[in-house]
């Protein structure tokens, strides 16, 4: 179903992601719902065959497929990168479930205006190699009893920015990889929507 994305507030938004894009779609549902005032405005994806590039078809956002593929040298995709985020004007980037370190031009463009949520209660089970289900068995192998997520600035160090907000979980017995993802993923969202909202007050 397109939607109407016409400027539904002044922060425009820039999602980064690479599998579903759980996040950017909440966060977008909430732009269309008038809960956050932003307006999606660009969608960047590794991975051309990815459900979130589908998806943002679907609706109608504006998408790219920016990747090592057509970028083999690092330094040019981060430039590729930066220069598609200017191009849409945009004053924010999430990234949901973007697989990909991002290089120092993006991240110096955008420092304090770039927001990861990563499934864990960071600093704990983050870092390079720890992304997706990884995390969530790494959670469960150590036999935690509390996990969550964080929304955290997007520094150069992977997982390393200055935490923004948390959310907390239980573990529970007999949780499995499937079962802990769903419980801290239905947290993401929320958290990353609270945390744009602070955003939008102090860039718009
Ligand atoms: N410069 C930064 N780039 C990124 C950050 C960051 O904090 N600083 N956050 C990541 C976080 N992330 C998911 O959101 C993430 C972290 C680590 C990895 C990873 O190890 N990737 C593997 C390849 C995985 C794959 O291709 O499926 C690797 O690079 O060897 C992935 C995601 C996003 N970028
Ligand atoms: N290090 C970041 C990381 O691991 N992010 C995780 O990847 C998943 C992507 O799923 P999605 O593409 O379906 O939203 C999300 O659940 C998110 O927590």
């Excluded at 969608?43 to 065959?49: E, F, H, Q, V």
Aim: glycine share 10%; net charge neutral; with cysteine.
């Amino acid at each position: 179903m397109r939607l109407d994305l016409m400027q539904l507030g002044l922060m425009r938004l820039g999602f980064l992601s690479s599998h579903g894009g759980s996040t950017a779609r909440a966060v977008t549902v909430a732009c269309t719902r008038g809960e956050l005032a932003a307006t999606p405005a660009l969608l960047i994806s590794n991975n051309s065959a990815s459900p979130v590039m589908q998806w943002a078809g679907e609706i109608g956002l504006p998408r790219l497929h920016l990747s090592r593929a057509a970028y083999p040298d690092p330094d040019e995709l981060d430039a590729a990168i930066v220069a598609a985020l200017r191009a849409h004007q945009i004053d924010a980037v999430v990234l949901s479930g973007y697989m990909k370190a991002l290089g120092t031009r993006t991240l110096t463009a955008y420092r304090g205006r770039m927001l990861n949520v990563h499934p864990s209660l960071l600093p704990l089970y983050g870092g390079r190699g720890m992304y997706g289900d990884l995390v969530h068995a790494a959670v469960l192998a150590a036999d935690e009893t509390v996990s969550g997520a964080t929304v955290h600035q997007v520094e150069a160090g992977i997982d390393e920015g200055t935490v923004v907000a948390q959310s907390r979980v239980a573990v529970l017995p007999g949780d499995t990889v499937a079962t802990l993802r769903a419980r801290v993923q239905a947290t993401e969202g929320p958290l990353m929507i609270a945390a744009l909202q602070k955003l939008a007050e102090a860039v718009t």
